[in-house]
């Protein structure tokens, strides 16, 4: 080394112009310090590092309300990796799937997961010792509750048309997860709104459900809607009406006799709606006072009606003795 130098040296003074010798010196010592701290910051150190803590694969029915952030880690790295570690800290990500829960709290080992915890340090970074190498947690265990879902809709159909049936939802029923003042203010969960103009066709989409607030986790975070629509016509049917609890030897007579109902009924079954399928009746011992009229109420419909409606739904009466 002694020769080298003063060879570099001999060099320098016959190269190197005299009043830019010293500035030449300054980058070659600059440069000869760049090329020893290199050298010296890539060897392997071993040292103690704080490492931030965060958590994965919490249950969903459980908070963590007490969970220390950070642990002690005795390293095994290169100098250079070591030093951006004390300089801008290194965060981890703990795995609970392995921990052991109780009702109030939840105990992780890290050693464990040691090989797992490496993997989220710089290339060949080891872990020696944890301190502490069991975490413990205080956790709270939430509760679940089944609640229907409610479908909102805005729908406009074309005209003539309308669902054979009310749409169905899969699932029609989610598991709610929250605290036990969550839960008792949630009677359901709403989806996101489903807008529809100028239907005519059968359908089947995937609607998101809406969480609300402080609820931790749904059992479902979608459901399907299915529906089927077909034409409808107006149709109307007249029918007779019948009179409850009449007394003995007590002729009444109506004035109308029959009312006709009127709805709206798929094109395609309207020979599978007839008169028969309905039935009216008026009581008469619901007459009150002096009144005159009485009230009509339908006894029977035919499930393929839609829209119904009556007429008249009062009547007249006169009672013979």
């Given at each position: 080394m002694p020769g080298s130098f003063i060879r570099f040296?001999?060099?320098?003074?016959?190269?190197?112009p005299e009043k830019s010798k010293v500035?030449?010196?300054?980058?070659?010592?600059?440069?000869?310090?760049?090329?020893?701290?290199?050298?010296?910051?890539?060897?392997?150190?071993?040292?103690?590092v704080v490492?931030?803590?965060n958590y994965d694969n919490i249950p969903e029915d459980v908070i963590l309300k007490k969970a220390p952030t950070s642990v002690v880690a005795t390293l095994e790295a290169s100098g250079f990796q070591l030093l951006l570690?004390?300089?801008?800290?290194?965060?981890?990500?703990?795995?609970?799937?392995?921990?052991l829960f109780d009702e109030t709290t939840a105990k992780v080992d890290l050693l464990l997961q040691r090989n797992f915890l490496e993997t989220q340090l710089f290339e060949n970074g080891r872990i020696t010792l944890l301190n502490p190498s069991t975490v413990g947690l205080e956790?709270?265990?939430?509760?679940?509750?089944?609640?229907?879902?409610?479908?909102?809709s805005q729908i406009e159909f074309k005209k003539?048309?309308?669902?054979?049936?009310?749409?169905?939802?899969?699932?029609?029923?989610?598991?709610?997860?929250?605290t036990p003042v969550v839960l008792n203010e949630i009677a359901s969960i709403r989806t996101i709104p489903l807008v529809k103009s100028g239907l005519d066709r059968n359908f089947s989409e995937t609607l998101r459900l809406e969480i609300p607030n402080g609820v931790n986790a749904l059992s479902h975070r979608v459901v399907v809607v299915t529906a089927k629509t077909t034409k409808f016509t107006e149709m109307t049917y007249e029918i007779p009406i019948r009179i409850n609890n009449t007394a003995v030897g007590q002729t009444i007579r109506l004035f109308p006799q029959r009312i006709k109902i009127r709805g709206r009924v798929p094109l395609a079954l309207v020979d599978s709606v007839r008169a028969s399928d309905f039935s009216a009746y008026t009581d008469i011992s619901q007459v009150e006072g002096?009144?005159?009229?009485?009230p009509v109420f339908i006894e029977k419909q035919s499930p393929l009606l839609r829209s119904m409606r009556w007429s008249p739904k009062q009547v007249n009466f006169l009672i013979r003795q």
């Amino acid at each position: 080394m002694p020769g080298s130098f003063i060879r570099f040296k001999q060099w320098a003074n016959r190269w190197v112009p005299e009043k830019s010798k010293v500035q030449f010196f300054l980058v070659f010592i600059g440069i000869s310090a760049l090329f020893w701290g290199l050298t010296r910051l890539s060897n392997s150190y071993t040292t103690t590092v704080v490492l931030d803590m965060n958590y994965d694969n919490i249950p969903e029915d459980v908070i963590l309300k007490k969970a220390p952030t950070s642990v002690v880690a005795t390293l095994e790295a290169s100098g250079f990796q070591l030093l951006l570690y004390q300089t801008f800290g290194q965060e981890i990500t703990v795995d609970l799937e392995s921990a052991l829960f109780d009702e109030t709290t939840a105990k992780v080992d890290l050693l464990l997961q040691r090989n797992f915890l490496e993997t989220q340090l710089f290339e060949n970074g080891r872990i020696t010792l944890l301190n502490p190498s069991t975490v413990g947690l205080e956790i709270q265990r939430l509760e679940t509750k089944r609640v229907p879902v409610s479908l909102v809709s805005q729908i406009e159909f074309k005209k003539g048309f309308n669902y054979t049936a009310l749409p169905s939802l899969q699932p029609d029923t989610v598991s709610v997860i929250g605290t036990p003042v969550v839960l008792n203010e949630i009677a359901s969960i709403r989806t996101i709104p489903l807008v529809k103009s100028g239907l005519d066709r059968n359908f089947s989409e995937t609607l998101r459900l809406e969480i609300p607030n402080g609820v931790n986790a749904l059992s479902h975070r979608v459901v399907v809607v299915t529906a089927k629509t077909t034409k409808f016509t107006e149709m109307t049917y007249e029918i007779p009406i019948r009179i409850n609890n009449t007394a003995v030897g007590q002729t009444i007579r109506l004035f109308p006799q029959r009312i006709k109902i009127r709805g709206r009924v798929p094109l395609a079954l309207v020979d599978s709606v007839r008169a028969s399928d309905f039935s009216a009746y008026t009581d008469i011992s619901q007459v009150e006072g002096d009144s005159e009229t009485l009230p009509v109420f339908i006894e029977k419909q035919s499930p393929l009606l839609r829209s119904m409606r009556w007429s008249p739904k009062q009547v007249n009466f006169l009672i013979r003795q």
